[in-house]
T-cell receptor, first 116, second 117 residues
Framework: NAGVTQTPKFQVLKTGQSMTLQCAQD?????MYWYRQDPGMGLRLIYY???????DKGEVPNGYNVSRLNKREFSLRLESAAPSQTSVYFC???????????????FGDGTRLSIL | AQTVTQSQPEMSVQEAETVTLSCTYD???????LFWYKQPPSRQMILVIR??????QNATENRFSVNFQKAAKSFSLKISDSQLGDTAMYFC??????????????FGKGTLLTVNP
């Protein structure tokens, strides 16, 4: 059982390039989330998808777009990367129907993205 | 909007000693959850402990326990018998129990804990 899988794990981009971060979960969860983690800032929510077919902005959505491709997959796109988007990106998922048992969200291992 | 404040950016403790990490939060909600997450250098987000706001009894998980003061909106984490493997970033997190469609978490900025041998 892989849980939440993020690809790639590391990426270096040049300013202005585009990039899509992929996230897939195999737990049949309804809700999925994208966070960014910056030093001294904790994790901040970029976008979330409460269920297949819906997406909503989080705390820091500017410069990003998302696609809930199907129930399993939730991608994050940077259309024109900027140095301010250098960060570690986390995808997470949660189960709407049953609530949660041990934890509210299951996290992927993160993607370290550097923009030069 | 909910806010979570961790006032200690860094802390250190000697192995086998006890350390307490502070967290305060602000909300107008009455029904919510609080969590402590551990993030070791591997970047994994590991749930350490959770507390339901309606429960008066403080949660405990082995060496980890919380002091939940609802009126003061305080949620501190106590780590007893600290071990080298406890070295990590610790995040306090808040979630409204809306019974709704998703479980959005609001995180504090984190406390970097170093356990010294």
């Amino acid at each position: 059982n892989a849980g939440v899988t993020q690809t790639p794990k590391f990426q270096v981009l040049k300013t202005g390039q585009s990039m899509t971060l992929q996230c897939a979960q195999d737990m049949n969860h309804n809700s999925m989330y994208w966070y960014r983690q910056d030093p001294g800032m904790g994790l901040r929510l970029i976008y979330y998808s409460a269920s297949e077919g819906t997406t909503d902005k989080g705390e820091v959505p500017n410069g990003y777009n998302v696609s809930r491709l199907n129930k399993r997959e939730f991608s994050l796109r940077l259309e024109s990367a900027a140095p301010s988007q250098t960060s570690v990106y986390f995808c997470a998922s949660s189960d709407r129907i049953r609530g949660f048992s041990n934890q509210p969200q299951h996290f992927g291992d993160g993607t370290r993205l550097s923009i030069l | 909007a909910q806010t979570v404040t961790q006032s200690q950016p860094e802390m250190s403790v000697q192995e086998a000693e006890t350390v307490t990490l502070s967290c305060t939060y602000d909300t107008s909600e009455n029904n919510y959850y609080l969590f402590w997450y551990k993030q070791p250098p591997s970047r994994q987000m590991i749930l350490v402990i959770r507390q339901e706001a309606y429960k008066q009894q403080n949660a405990t998980e082995n060496r980890f326990s919380v002091n939940f003061q609802k009126a003061a909106k305080s949620f501190s984490l106590k780590i007893s018998d600290s071990q080298l493997g406890d070295t990590a970033m610790y995040f306090c997190a808040f979630m409204i129990n809306s019974g709704g469609s998703n479980y959005k978490l609001t995180f504090g900025k984190g406390t970097l804990l170093t356990v010294n041998p």
